[in-house]
């Protein structure tokens, strides 16, 4: 069975400042890794995925994400956060193998302060 | 490009009654799915097609829930009778047939409250 782990609920930031969302995971295959942010009574957006080749993924709004196949971890990152980041994020994962059904984290709120 | 749509935004019942919910999906995905997100939790698999052919229920609770995609196209999902616990967001996502990389696009999702 595939999992998904976000250790932190929530995460503050300073606007300016780097952020670091943590994500690990457990797959039995080649893992298929993705990010999704949710803003308030909105659907979750896209913002990057981890398929193969370069372990750094760059996506949308400036974030990207660094995929550690020892550490089985894809955190997601930005160098300078801003205050409209503030939102929840989910990590999420699928064994490449399989249909497509994705397993999402419990989410991290991303708090962002000016 | 039009994004999945959903309806109703906001359903509110009480336990026991039954209630619906409808999406379409973005044109040309073939692939739809159906997902519960509970208030603090990520979301969870409901039920996934592949046209009007259901390809994974088996987290659907089969006693009360039930979906279908009659035409390939729009979707169900409904509950009867509806409990205390399922209370949630159910968010439709939609993407292109099967491809082990693709995306899913989420609708705006229907808050259901069950009282």
């Known amino acids: 069975a595939q999992s998904v782990a976000q250790p932190e609920d929530q995460v503050n930031v300073a606007e300016g400042n780097p952020l670091t969302v943590k994500c690990t995971y457990s797959?039995?295959?080649?893992?298929?890794l993705f990010w999704y942010v949710q803003y308030p009574n909105r659907g979750l957006q896209f913002l990057l995925k981890?398929?193969?080749?370069?372990?750094l993924v760059k996506g949308s709004y400036g974030f990207e994400a660094e995929f550690n196949k020892s550490q089985t971890s894809f955190h997601l990152k930005k160098p300078s956060a801003l205050v409209s980041d503030s939102a929840l994020y989910f990590c999420?994962?699928?064994?490449?193998?399989?249909?497509?059904?994705?397993?999402f984290g419990g989410g991290t709120r991303l708090m962002v302060k000016p | 490009e039009a994004g999945v749509a959903q309806s109703p935004r906001y359903k509110i019942i009480e336990k026991r009654q039954s209630v619906a919910f409808w999406c379409n999906p973005i044109?040309?995905?073939?692939?739809l799915y159906w997902y519960q997100q509970i208030l603090g939790q990520g979301p969870k698999l409901l039920i996934q097609?592949?046209?009007?052919?259901?390809?994974?229920d088996s987290q659907l609770p089969k006693d009360r829930f039930s979906a279908e995609r009659l035409k390939g196209v729009d979707s169900t999902l409904k509950i009867q009778p509806a409990k205390l616990e399922d209370s949630a967001v159910y968010l439709c996502?939609?993407?292109?047939?099967?491809?082990?990389?693709?995306?899913?696009?989420f609708g705006p999702g229907t808050r259901l409250t069950v009282l």
């Open positions: 996502a939609s993407s292109l047939p099967l491809l082990a990389a693709g995306n899913q696009f």
């Open positions: 797959v039995s295959g080649n893992p298929y």
């Open positions: 981890y398929i193969t080749g370069d372990n």
């Open positions: 999420a994962v699928r064994d490449g193998g399989a249909g497509n059904m994705l397993t």
């Open positions: 044109s040309g995905h073939a692939t």
């Open positions: 097609f592949q046209n009007n052919g259901v390809v994974d």
